[in-house]
């Protein structure tokens, strides 16, 4: 669990230095990484509420479309690849439900 903590942690600085490294401004600077903390948050805690509509808002941005979708998708097989791995029935409905988050917000940001 520690492990894929770090990796995650890993992958949304890679990806931050790569949209920061094109930005303009300080300002631009700080839009984009407040916006990549409130998607890791609402990919963290699919159950709340406002988790699908906060990665909704920013996937509809076509400035961010790819790289939100990208995200979601390399999330969904990481999901996928651990609920097909595990045999804990507690862990298998944690993962069926992010998965069918991921799911739901690469739909809506595909059809919208």
Request: net charge positive; aromatic share 6%.
């Amino acid at each position: 669990m520690r492990m894929r903590a770090v990796k995650r942690t890993i992958a949304l600085l890679v990806l931050m230095v790569g949209l920061l490294s094109g930005c303009q401004s300080w300002q631009e600077q700080r839009r984009i990484g407040a916006m990549v903390q409130a998607v890791d948050e609402a990919i963290a805690h699919p159950a709340d509420p406002a988790a699908l509509q906060t990665v909704v808002r920013y996937g509809l941005d076509s400035r961010h479309y790819v790289m939100i979708r990208g995200w979601l998708a390399l999330e969904l097989k990481g999901v996928e690849s651990q609920l097909a791995a595990t045999r804990n029935p507690e862990d298998k409905a944690r993962f069926q439900s992010r998965a069918a988050f991921l799911r739901q917000a690469i739909r809506r940001i595909d059809l919208e």
